[in-house]
C-alpha cells in the first residue's frame, strides 16, 4: 500500500450520465448499475481528467493509502473512443486531434488544442 492521489466518486452526487468514462483513458472508472465506479484502484492514476467532465461534482482527488498504481496494465487497457466527443468550437473529434475537458457556466465541455488559444485569448 502507498500513500497516493485516487479519484473519489460521490455516490449522492453522481447522476449516471456516464461522461466520466471515456476520459478516463486507464480505464478505471466504469459504469456499473447506472453509476460511475472505480472499478480497479490499480488503474487510477489520480490525474484528475475525469473531474472536469463531471456535471454534479460528484468526482474528486483525494490522497489516501491505497494500491500502487499499475503503468503496465494500464496502458494494456483497451482504448475507448466515443464519436460523441468534439470540440464545443469547431466540432474536431478526439481521432483527429486533441482535446481537453473544461468547465464553463455549470456545462462540461471538450475543447481542441487549436480552439484553447481562442477560448483563453479572445
Ligand atoms: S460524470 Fe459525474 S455524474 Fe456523470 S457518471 Fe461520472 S461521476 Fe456520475
Same mark, same amino acid.
Given at each position: ?7 473519489? #466518486? ?12 471515456? %476520459?478516463?483513458?486507464?480505464?478505471? #472508472?466504469? +459504469? !456499473? ?7 480497479s ?7 484528475? +481528467?475525469? !473531474?472536469?467532465?463531471? %456535471?454534479?461534482?460528484?468526482? @474528486? ?7 500502487? +498504481? ?10 475507448? @473512443? ?5 470540440? +464545443? #468550437? ?10 481537453? %475537458? ?11 488544442t487549436?480552439?484553447? %488559444?481562442?477560448? #483563453?485569448?479572445?
Open positions: 500500500m502507498v500513500k497516493r492521489n485516487i479519484v473519489k #466518486i460521490d455516490e449522492e452526487k453522481c447522476n449516471g450520465c456516464g461522461k466520466c468514462v471515456t %476520459p478516463c483513458a486507464e480505464g478505471a #472508472i466504469q +459504469f !456499473v448499475n447506472g453509476r460511475a465506479k472505480v472499478v484502484e490499480e488503474l487510477c492514476d489520480g490525474m484528475g +481528467f475525469c !473531474v472536469g467532465v463531471c %456535471p454534479t461534482g460528484a468526482l @474528486t482527488i483525494e490522497q489516501r493509502e491505497t494500491v500502487e +498504481f499499475n503503468q503496465e496494465k494500464a496502458e494494456s487497457q483497451e482504448k475507448n @473512443t466515443d464519436s460523441t466527443i468534439s470540440c +464545443f #468550437i469547431c466540432g474536431q473529434g478526439e481521432t483527429s486531434g486533441y482535446l481537453m %475537458p473544461l468547465r464553463h457556466d455549470m456545462e462540461s465541455l471538450w475543447v481542441c487549436r480552439c484553447l %488559444p481562442k477560448l #483563453i485569448h479572445g
